[in-house]
């Protein structure tokens, strides 16, 4: 009894020991850890195949890889970044570490099946890597109907049966945090008194619980259809293609702010911190988190304005999808105004909040070209729509768990990485970033559309410039790797607070114990009371 | 290709210069804030700049006029987008009626062509400038997307039913056509060139082309070698309606229903007769899934618009 006790009085890293401990862990940060593993391994993966795209895109001619493996790339480009990294990134990493810390719990909910949903997200790679060796599959990560269901003859099958099974890893995991929010705050932790991370968190949950069903059951009926000739999709035996659009999209919009949701929490976080200041407006930025992930669900029909969908249709979903526009400017209003005067330090975490906020935006008004019909006939299944997602779902999406990783990596980790490597990364990936996919605007307004393997010679100048930026946005991801592991090794101790913010989880030790707190939290003050925050326990360069 | 900005596409059609000043609206818009903001943050940062670690900032909370301003601008710009984009698509999506008509049949991996008059061409589309060109649009195999980038317009091209498009060229030159959507292993290569004509070389390139018989024609072929004249019959003593006048009428079915009959509506009777069946009609015409190629219908399709509404019949003289 009293051994077991002195156990949980130690670092969550430190005991017990063995490969085995981990595996078959139930603490909700070890099994953060395991997951920002897999999908650093993922990144990596899906990363290579970006790599080969930019390359085989520098010349106009398809010199470099087959059509058929070119189309093959892109699409495994898309379903890995999609549903084994970009998808988990943050609410399975930095969510899972630090939500029941956040709100002064020991564990989540439901630590058994926490554990599960990494075991499920493992199956379900493991399956759609196999179909990858198994010839792979040229569908797009869309699975456009009826080219995937009866004209392709890839693994599209296997493929997807990969994102079903992974499906269920985001549901499980969505259905923990949202039975831990309403189940497991501490005495005093009060809706309006949560970060705004876990009212983030909170919405990310709701549209994953919502909307992964039904994609993995789109994507089943793909596989039955395939199998069993069943006549869902294909017109020729009686389906209907655009049926699939609507299915998928219902879900893959919403899929965005599963993205896009968990980074804003994490900026709000670190704009406050980094600033020593309280959030400007809480309750708009907690609200807008709730309102984008509700319009969210009512907007996908934004992706058929050409598909024959009806015109009076396409009307509501413009209409809808304009008023998305209006809670992410609340939100980057909100976070400007915090800084101003604020006590704003320039540490690595802050040079990934302007990265962010300054692709984020690129992202969010490029929205607005789409979301405008007349225009979206245009721009629809150009370059134009390729940099304006990369914009939203790795400038911010990426920019935001980078950020959030740099600035909780002490305490996950209990180690400080070289403070000039981060900013240094921070740039880096910035100016990459926009030098890849500025141009794609440009050459999207031109007309190049996507998924193209050859293209006319007049895209090539922008086609070049995109690939010189993504060899120096591929340095930038490779030296952070190099020095986060480094810091594993040769990194200071980090204090318990190094950054001097407010938060249950800056009140415990770095890295925390097993059990998280010795004793149960009571809170009693506000989120981001700064004017009472401690000093940082490092100094400020 | 007409020389324009090196990186800028030609703009070729009545349209495009509307989706360009929406465009450049809407860059105006986006650009103000853009800079807006990161001017703000900049600034921000640099101003209010951390000296010693344990510095905090002011005890500031929020300003709900300043949330209800940011909330309000943003709203009423983005519905400003809203309208003025509806208004781009609809003008888009309603062709001119006197729109000259050309059939496109899209493949893994070409398009086909088919001038009113009979021409046929592949991956080419040769139209006169100043007249509105209706382009109707069938597939074959999976989704294709015909895009003329210097026109601004681009529609999926969707088996199973057809979709249209048009538009109005106004400068003479050629310009690119891709497929926009991705269809299989040479999408990148189901390219093309639409050639904009002066009216009279459009005539002369037409005279000089290979007509294989005009769209009609060969649908009146088609018509009887499918022998749809059989029950088809002008004096209607055939077993199925005569469909002289149906396209364009609302066409009432047997479960009560009325539908227009547009050229989708032509094209499901022909393929799927068995799902509207007009009233006053036994469900027993068969289907020609699988019989007519996407071409062989657009021609079929074609012919029936021609067909004219039946002589009142004489009242009978039985008594
Ligand atoms: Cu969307
Ligand atoms: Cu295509």
Redesign the interface.
């Known amino acids: 009894m009293s051994n077991e006790a002195s156990v949980h009085e130690q670092s969550y890293l430190g005991a017990p020991h063995g490969l085995a401990s981990w595996l078959l862990t139930k603490d909700h940060k070890r099994i953060a850890i395991l997951y920002l593993i897999s999908i650093t391994i993922f990144f990596a993966v899906g990363g290579t195949f970006a790599a080969m795209i930019r390359a085989e895109l520098v010349t106009p001619q398809?010199d470099l890889l087959s059509?058929?493996l070119y189309?093959k790339v892109f699409t495994l480009h898309g379903v890995i970044m999609i549903f084994f990294f970009l998808i988990p990134s943050i609410p399975a990493t930095l969510g899972n570490f630090l939500l029941p810390i956040m709100i002064g719990a020991k564990d989540l909910a439901f630590p058994r099946i926490n554990l599960l949903s990494w075991y499920i997200y493992v199956i379900g790679a493991t399956v759609t890597l196999a179909a990858v060796f198994n010839g792979g599959v040229?569908?797009?990560w869309?699975f456009?109907t009826?080219?995937s269901s009866?004209?392709?003859n890839t693994s599209v099958t296997t493929a997807a049966l990969g994102v079903f099974i992974t499906g269920f890893s985001s549901i499980l995991t969505g259905f923990n945090f949202i039975v831990t929010l309403h189940r497991m705050r501490a005495p005093g932790m009060t809706w309006f008194r949560l970060p705004l991370f876990v009212w983030a968190q909170y919405a990310t949950s709701l549209v994953m619980i919502l909307g992964t069903p039904v994609v993995a059951i789109t994507v089943l009926l793909v596989a039955a259809e395939r199998a069993l000739h069943l006549g869902i999709f294909?017109?020729?035996i009686?389906?209907?293609?655009?049926l699939f659009q609507h299915l998928f999209w219902f879900y893959s919009h919403p899929a965005v702010y599963i993205m896009i949701l968990p980074a804003m929490g994490v900026v709000s976080e670190l704009v406050a911190a980094m600033?020593?200041?309280?959030i400007?407006?809480?309750s708009?930025v907690a609200f807008s988190s709730l309102a984008i992930a509700i319009i969210g669900f009512l907007v996908w029909g934004h992706h058929l304005?050409?598909?024959?969908q009806s015109?009076y249709a396409?009307?509501v979903f413009?209409?809808i999808t304009?008023?998305v526009?209006?809670p992410s400017?609340?939100k980057?209003?909100?976070w400007?105004?915090t800084?101003?005067?604020?006590?704003?330090?320039?540490e690595s975490p802050?040079f990934w909040i302007?990265g962010f906020?300054?692709l984020f935006?690129?992202g969010g008004?490029?929205g607005?070209?789409l979301?405008?019909?007349?225009?979206?006939?245009?721009l629809?299944?150009?370059y134009f729509v390729v940099a304006h997602f990369h914009y939203i779902m790795v400038g911010g999406g990426v920019m935001g768990f980078l950020g959030g990783l740099h600035f909780w990596w002490p305490k996950m980790t209990g180690k400080m990485y070289n403070e000039t490597a981060g900013k240094i990364a921070a740039m880096l990936v910035f100016f990459g970033f926009n030098a890849t996919f500025f141009p794609q605007f440009?050459v999207g307004?031109?007309?190049m559309?996507?998924?193209?393997?050859?293209?006319?010679p007049?895209f090539q100048?922008?086609n070049v410039l995109s690939s010189a930026g993504a060899v120096l946005l591929g340095i930038g991801y490779t030296m952070i790797v190099i020095y986060l592991i480094y810091s594993l090794i040769k990194g200071p101790k980090a204090p318990a607070n190094p950054w001097?913010a407010t938060g249950l989880e800056w009140k415990i030790p770095s890295p925390p114990i097993t059990h998280n707190f010795s004793e149960m939290p009571v809170v009693t003050e506000e989120a981001y009371d700064?004017?009472h925050?401690p000093?940082?326990q490092?100094?400020?360069k | 290709m007409s020389s324009t900005l090196p990186f800028f596409p030609p703009s070729a059609s009545t349209v495009a210069s509307d989706v360009d000043y929406l465009y450049f609206f809407i860059l105006g818009v986006s650009a103000f804030f853009a800079v807006l903001v990161s001017v703000l943050v900049l600034v921000f940062a640099i101003k209010y700049r951390r000296n010693k670690p344990e510095d905090i900032g002011a005890d500031i909370h929020g300003s709900l006029s300043l949330e209800l301003l940011w909330t309000g601008i943003p709203f009423i710009l983005a519905m400003v987008m809203f309208v003025w984009g509806a208004q781009v698509f609809f003008t888009l999506s309603k062709p001119p009626a006197d729109s000259m008509d050309v059939f496109v049949v899209g493949k893994q991996w070409m398009w086909k062509v088919q001038h009113p008059e009979g021409v046929r061409e592949i991956n080419e589309l040769h139209v006169p400038i100043n007249r509105p060109v209706r382009l109707t649009m069938g597939s074959e195999d999976v989704i294709h997307d015909f895009f003329i980038p210097a026109f601004r317009v681009k529609m999926d091209v969707v088996p199973g039913k057809l979709t249209t498009m048009w538009f109005t060229a106004t400068k003479a030159g050629e310009y690119h056509i891709f497929c926009a959507e991705y269809c299989g292993t040479k999408h990148s290569g189901m390219i093309g060139t639409v050639t904009a004509m002066e009216p009279q070389d459009y005539e002369a390139w037409l005279a000089g082309g290979r007509a294989t018989g005009s769209a009609v024609q060969n649908g009146e072929r088609l018509f009887s070698d499918l022998s749809c004249v059989t029950c088809h019959k002008a004096d209607s003593t055939g077993r199925g309606p005569w469909l002289g006048g149906v396209f364009g009428s609302t066409v009432t079915l047997n479960d009560g229903r009325k539908v227009v009959a547009d050229e989708n509506y032509l094209r499901e009777s022909i393929m799927n007769p068995q799902s509207k069946v007009v009233q006053g009609f036994q469900p027993i015409m068969p289907t020609f899934q699988g019989m007519v190629s996407e071409e062989n219908l657009l021609q079929l399709i074609a012919y029936v618009k021609t067909l004219k509404p039946a002589e009142p019949a004489p009242a009978p003289a039985k008594k």
């Open positions: 398809g059509s058929d189309n040229d569908t797009g869309t456009y009826p080219y009866m004209s392709s294909d017109p020729k009686g389906g209907d293609p655009v600033s020593r200041k309280q400007f407006g809480y708009f304005f050409v598909s024959s015109i396409g009307l413009s209409i304009m008023m526009a209006v400017a609340v980057t209003f909100n400007t105004a800084m101003y005067k604020g006590a704003i330090s320039w802050t302007f906020m300054g935006l690129v008004l490029t607005l070209f979301g405008a019909m007349g225009l979206d006939i245009h629809t299944d150009t440009i307004y031109m007309g559309p996507r998924r193209y393997h050859a293209y006319p007049e100048f922008f001097g700064y004017q925050a000093a940082p490092r100094g400020v």
